[in-house]
């Protein structure tokens, strides 16, 4: 078995994404607990029709 070389040094995040994650975290502390930033998870069943499917994905809040 080949094994990949280890990583001289473990990643660390940039300054500013680092910021922003702390700053999320102070929001959350706070009470804001629905904070999901960047993404949303979005499900349909194998059984929903196209235009269902098409009409749903194309709305806005």
Known sequence: MVRAPEPETTP??????AAASHALLDEVVHGCDGIKPGWIRLNFNYFISDTARDTSSTQSS
């Open 12 to 17: 660390q995040p940039d300054r500013e994404s």
